[in-house]
């Protein structure tokens, strides 16, 4: 059963747009969530993280949302730049326990 | 440089055949987890380590073993039980109460 999941496979954008990646999740007791962006063939590396406390976080060009009711965050990035093209997964966690849980990943292009 | 290796880049292995995927880590991190990786899917769950000579099974624990004798390193044995090894295998590290996981760079499983 995937308690995370991100329905969007892929994503194409022109350079100097905003993306937007979204994710949803089952369980209420997640309370942190990260995004992760991955290349081809290499591990993923850790981008903007959020507490289940905030709704919102900033890092730069990147902001992430978190909307506890719906059980639903996103990613924004603005403006977009060819170099984020790469697969972005959103992962969360529970205070039980040191288990993450990953979307399956959307498949960011951005179109220069 | 302080990181997380992963060794081989590429692993075939036989019919039958037990084969081991080595992850070092020199970031004094005490917990460390496998992931499995395949097409259209996000990362899933081996199994992770929260501290040395203790492990617990995530949620495709089925056919892999590990091991846990020293902090920095986390080897994932894959045998001959799991009948579909062709993977990404990732492994990653982190402090226990801090979210974010450090990724290595992976290993492909390839069944000759």
């Known amino acids: 059963d995937q308690q995370v999941k991100q329905n969007s496979p892929s994503l194409s954008v022109q350079e100097g747009r905003i993306s937007i990646l979204n994710c949803d999740y089952t369980n209420s007791m997640f309370d942190y969530f990260l995004w992760y962006k991955k290349y081809p063939a290499e591990g993923p590396t850790f981008l903007i993280s959020?507490?289940?406390?905030?709704d919102k976080n900033e890092d730069g060009r990147f902001t992430v949302f978190l909307n506890k009711s719906a059980k639903h965050l996103s990613l924004h990035i603005v403006p977009s730049q060819p170099g984020d093209s790469a697969v972005y997964f959103c992962?969360?966690?529970?205070?039980?326990?040191?288990?993450?849980?990953f979307g399956t990943g959307t498949s960011l292009t951005v179109i220069p | 440089d302080g990181g997380i290796t992963q060794s081989p880049k590429y692993l075939f292995r036989k019919e039958g055949q037990n084969v081991t995927l080595s992850c070092e880590q020199n970031l004094n991190h005490d917990a460390m987890y496998w992931y499995r990786q395949d097409p259209g899917q996000g990362l899933r769950l081996i199994y992770y380590s929260q501290i040395v000579n203790d492990f617990q099974k995530g949620d495709i624990a089925e056919g892999y073993s590990v091991s846990r004798e020293k902090k920095e390193s986390f080897p994932l044995t894959v045998t001959s039980a799991q009948k579909n090894p062709t993977a990404f295998y990732l492994c990653?590290?982190?402090?226990?109460?801090?979210?974010?996981?450090?990724f290595g760079p992976g290993t492909r499983l390839l069944v000759l």
């Open positions: 959020i507490s289940s406390i905030k």
């Open positions: 990653a590290s982190s402090i226990p109460g801090v979210e974010t996981q450090y």
């Open positions: 992962a969360a966690s529970g205070t039980t326990g040191n288990q993450f849980y």
